[in-house]
């Protein structure tokens, strides 16, 4: 069997370190010049049978409204006019970062309705100014209504240290990676490292596995928890070297709980919100790719619908500058055209509870010009007590976009008439409040968006002559490792003349130093390699071979997954994902050609 053209992206995958490298050097010749998915850190690929891979983007294309031709003039996150699939240009190039990735099959002509979170989905927020900003306020919470010394107030934040799919153990003030089987394999006590030894004392020797969950270890699943994570090894570091000026009675985890209480004080009073309220576009990344997006899906007959945590006036400021035309000099102006791209948007839905039919959480109409709540019979607008409730009454049943708030996933599937879970596909950040939730409770379709994925497969692509050599020396350690357990079997049962086992020892001595060569040249590889993704540590997806733990989250839960969810502006929105072909370790090595 030899591989068709059209299957490049798998082929190009199988340059990975889980891969023989005879096998991946086979594959070379057929892939060289497709940038495609990468199998090393994606366990099930995208198969773009009517694109053309590449690592550049093209010109813009505009769309027939003045909105969409706006949106389209201007850059995506710094990518200069994306082709739209559905302008003339469009169905050709998608950028290797821009790609969305399957796991799982899913045929868009079965989606009857496309949802949306709001908040690091839609609205992708600037870590260098929105975490920082968290992090200042957290500071001020933790100094000014906890106790903390004031000299906190002098800490810096970095937003690139902590990456998602860390697990913080509490009670211990360690930072942890582990891969898909719960292994740790990098671990920090504050911002020092863990000697192997270390590790393996603390979490290796036990008789029953330690299940990493809540309420003793907590999980950096969402990108707004990178400022916190990063506060406690700061505050772990701090207590370390000052035991006498934490407040007293403060071990690791009630640093740690501290630093929650501080995050939702920052919360609760809208410290946060008020700031990004002021100046969107120092906050939020802007992408033009949005507005079209919508079009396309609602063109395409679609219903689409937005459900956030967010109240309804946060939300109304952060979509209109998502999706406002912009004027000559830039400038915006607050209204409600936005709504013209959605069905239903529900507000303040409490998610992950949102997603459970038992809640019985009340659903309000929000009247939008007001933000005045409205009481409805689950959903069906009612008459108000009082002299309003005629000309209320009236424009809920005649506008084509309603907005409530509170409620739960009963109410959506009545409001948008969905007969099947299978039939709605939801776009979220969010691993556990947004996509396990949605998938496995109700068996809606998923997407999860990681912004995180599109530099790192761009450094897959750029990395893989570096990825193939850390394979050839695996396989070089592997193979001078089973010369010495022959000899040393040989040794120790066969009986040898004095001058053979003499020789024979003098070549276990030389196969030992090229073990030991050969070790410290895979180590320092795998270390340069791994460093290129992050200094710390290393891939998003990976943790050493393993996939890491949050790969086998998106894995397992995400039916797409892709680095932003204008991505889906590219492709058609009738398109039918399909996901590469899963193989055992054992078929890795016989593949045919």
């Not at 943790?543 to 969810?565: D, I, K, M, P, W």
Request: with cysteine; aromatic share 10%; hydrophobic share 35%.
């Amino acid at each position: 069997m030899r591989i068709p053209k059209k299957n490049v992206a798998f082929c190009l995958s199988l340059f990975s370190p889980e891969f023989p490298a005879p096998f991946s050097s086979r594959i070379l010749r057929f892939s060289t010049g497709f940038p495609a998915k990468i199998r090393s850190i994606h366990t099930a690929g995208f198969n773009q049978s009517n694109s053309h891979y590449s690592k550049d983007d093209s010109a813009g294309t505009i769309l027939g409204d003045k909105a969409s031709q706006s949106h389209l003039m201007a850059s995506s996150n710094g990518v200069e006019g994306l082709h739209v699939w559905s302008s003339p240009e469009g169905g050709c190039k998608i950028d290797i970062g821009k790609q969305i990735f399957c796991n799982r099959s899913l045929n868009m002509k079965n989606i009857l309705a496309v949802g949306f979170d709001m908040d690091y989905t839609l609205a992708q927020y600037k870590p260098e100014t929105f975490e920082s900003l968290a992090y200042e306020g957290t500071i001020r919470k933790l100094v000014y209504d906890l106790g903390y010394p004031q000299e906190l107030l002098e800490w810096t934040f970095d937003p690139k240290y902590m990456v998602r799919g860390l697990v913080l153990d509490k009670k211990r003030g360690n930072i942890l990676k582990m891969d898909r089987h719960k292994y740790v394999k990098v671990a920090y006590h504050g911002f020092r490292e863990l000697s192997k030894e270390d590790k393996v004392g603390t979490y290796g020797n036990t008789l029953i596995r330690d299940s990493f969950d809540e309420p003793d270890y907590a999980l950096i699943d969402t990108l707004f928890s990178l400022a916190e994570a990063y506060l406690f090894a700061q505050l772990v570091d701090y207590k370390d070297n000052n035991p006498g000026k934490v407040p007293e009675g403060a071990d690791y985890s009630h640093m740690y709980k501290d630093v929650r209480a501080a995050v939702d004080l920052c919360h609760r009073d809208g410290t946060l919100k008020q700031m990004v309220a002021k100046d969107p576009k120092r906050y939020i990344n802007e992408d033009t790719s949005i507005v079209p997006m919508f079009k396309m899906l609602r063109d395409s007959g679609r219903s689409t619908f937005l459900v956030t945590n967010s109240l309804w006036d946060y939300t109304n400021i952060v979509m209109n500058f998502l999706c406002a035309s912009r004027t000559l000099d830039g400038s915006l102006s607050c209204n409600f055209d936005w709504l013209q791209y959605f069905d239903v948007v529900i507000t303040g839905s409490a998610k992950p509870g949102f997603f459970q039919e038992e809640n019985r959480a009340n659903i309000f109409e929000v009247e939008p010009e007001s933000g005045m709540l409205l009481n409805t019979d689950n959903g069906t607008p009612m008459p108000q007590v009082g002299s309003t409730s005629p000309e209320v009454l009236f424009k809920a049943l005649n506008k084509s976009c309603r907005v409530f708030q509170g409620g739960n996933v009963a109410h959506l599937h009545k409001l948008l008439s969905i007969e099947s879970s299978s039939q709605v596909l939801y776009v979220g950040d969010h691993i556990y409040g947004d996509i396990l939730r949605s998938k496995k409770v109700l068996g809606w379709r998923t997407m999860l968006v990681v912004p995180e994925l599109e530099r790192e497969v761009k450094l897959l692509w750029e990395l893989r002559d570096m990825r193939k050599q850390l394979r050839l020396l695996r396989n070089e350690r592997d193979l001078v490792e089973d010369q010495i357990h022959h000899l040393k079997w040989s040794l120790k049962f066969e009986s040898f003349r004095d001058d053979e086992k003499q020789k024979m020892t003098s070549a276990l001595g030389e196969l030992e130093s090229q073990r030991d060569q050969a070790r410290l040249a895979h180590q320092q590889a795998q270390r340069e390699c791994h460093q290129k993704f992050h200094k710390i540590w290393g891939q998003l997806m990976k943790t050493g071979y393993q996939n890491s733990r949050f790969a086998h989250q998106v894995e397992r839960f995400a039916c797409l997954y892709t680095s932003q969810v204008s991505n889906l502006s590219l492709y058609s929105p009738d398109k039918y994902y399909r996901p590469s072909e899963d193989f055992m370790p054992h078929e890795f090595h016989i593949l045919p050609l």
